[in-house]
Structures are given as C-alpha cells and as structure tokens.
T-cell receptor, first 111, second 113 residues
Framework: TQLLEQSPQFLSIQEGENLTVYCNSSSVFSSLQWYRQEPGEGPVLLVTVVTGGEVKKLKRLTFQFGDARKDSSLHITAAQPGDTGLYLCAGFTGTASKLTFGTGTRLQVTL | DARVTQTPRHKVTEMGQEVTMRCQPILGHNTVFWYRQTMMQGLELLAYFRNRAPLDDSGMPKDRFSAEMPDATLATLKIQPSEPRDSAVYFC???FGQGTEAFFGQGTRLTVV
C-alpha cells in the first residue's frame, strides 16, 4: 500500500513551461522530502520541509508543505531539459526513521 | 568523497539460486535502508536499521528475504531462493534518520531468469 500518491504520473512539456507536481497522503508526516532520480542512479535529495505551511525555494523550484503536513507540492518555473527525471516525494512518519517514498512523477522536458 | 557503495551493480541469476547484495554505508551514518524499485511498484521500503538493529522489515517477503548488518560498515540483503518476480533494482541508502537526507547507492540491478 502506497501511503504517498503523486500526480501526475507522467508529464511531458516543452522548455519554458511551468508545472506543478502533487504529493498527497492521508497520513501526517513529521517531515517530507523531495528527491530527483536520473536513469541508472539513486535518488538525490532536493529539499526537506518540516513545518506545516512551509515554502522553500531552490532556484526555479518551489516546494510547499501542506498546513496539515499530509501533502506537498513541487512547482517548477520555466522548465529546462536538465529538469528531466523522476521526481519522488518521501515522508518520515512519527518519531521513527522510516522513510516511505511516493509513487513518482516522471518529467520530460523537450526543446 | 563519501558515498554509499553497493555491490554487485548487476546480477543475472537463475530461478532458485541464492542472491546476496552488499552495501557499504557512509561512515558515521546510523541508519541504513533497503529499497526495491520496479516500474509497477515504484520505490518500496524493504527494511531499515538504526545502529545496526533492524527496526522494520515488514516490507520484505519473510520466507525468502533476509537483511542483516554484520557490522557498521556492511549491510546485506539476501534472497533465497530467488524468483523471476524478484527482478528489480535494489537500492541501499544511509543517513542519520528522522528528517535528514538519505544518501543512495547506485543500486544493484537483479535479473532472475
């Protein structure tokens, strides 16, 4: 059972477009992370959000943690081909170190 | 350059054979995760350890999978006997747990024929 559902599953856009990826759950997370994975590699951390309502920006990427700490979004402004990859949200539950990943969003940005 | 090292990178084996995958976590990290990734199921948590003690292995098929940490520098994931449905990429990750970054290895691509 996947605790974290991401949408959309696949996204193909042109360079310069904006996009938003959503990560939703019925569970409350103590913190939530976003990772990006490229072919043949393991996921690499982009950001960690901890406080409900928190917004973090990383260049053209904006991450938001829902007020109830059950959902999150990733917004990319003016997407570039280098943004292509698999985007994964992941949540820590309770006081334990258990890190569960979402279903993933595969993004392709073309010229 | 600290990184998580997984061996082997690729493994092809016949159904029924034993498979052992190894992981060297980053020195000093106290939490180690094992994940399995497939197109259908995504990245599934199989087991994780803190300070070498197993905390949760509920994601693992108990009858054929086992995970251990013989010492702080080595984590192993064993499948015996292997089945074609075990074909996947297996990732090891290490970190300091709650709220901190999980550093991933490059994975072991397992094919069971």
């Amino acid at each position: 059972t996947q605790l974290l559902e991401q949408s959309p599953q696949f996204l193909s856009i042109q360079e310069g477009e904006n996009l938003t990826v959503y990560c939703n759950s019925s569970s409350v997370f103590s913190s939530l992370q976003w990772y990006r994975q490229e072919p043949g590699e393991g996921p690499v951390l982009l950001v960690t959000v901890v406080t409900g309502g928190e917004v973090k920006k990383l260049k053209r990427l904006t991450f938001q943690f829902g007020d109830a700490r059950k959902d999150s979004s990733l917004h990319i402004t003016a997407a570039q081909p280098g943004d292509t990859g698999l985007y994964l949200c992941a949540g820590f539950t309770g006081t334990a170190s258990k890190l569960t990943f979402g279903t993933g969003t595969r993004l392709q940005v073309t010229l | 350059d600290a990184r998580v090292t997984q061996t082997p990178r690729h493994k092809v084996t016949e159904m029924g054979q034993e498979v052992t995958m190894r992981c060297q976590p980053i020195l000093g990290h106290n939490t180690v995760f094992w994940y399995r990734q497939t197109m259908m199921q995504g990245l599934e948590l199989l087991a994780y350890f803190r300070n070498r003690a197993p905390l949760d292995d509920s994601g693992m098929p108990k009858d054929r999978f086992s995970a251990e940490m013989p010492d702080a520098t080595l984590a192993t994931l064993k499948i015996q006997p292997s089945e074609p449905r075990d074909s996947a990429v297996y990732f090891c990750a290490s970190g300091f747990g709650q709220g901190t970054e999980a550093f991933f290895g490059q994975g072991t691509r397992l094919t069971v024929v």
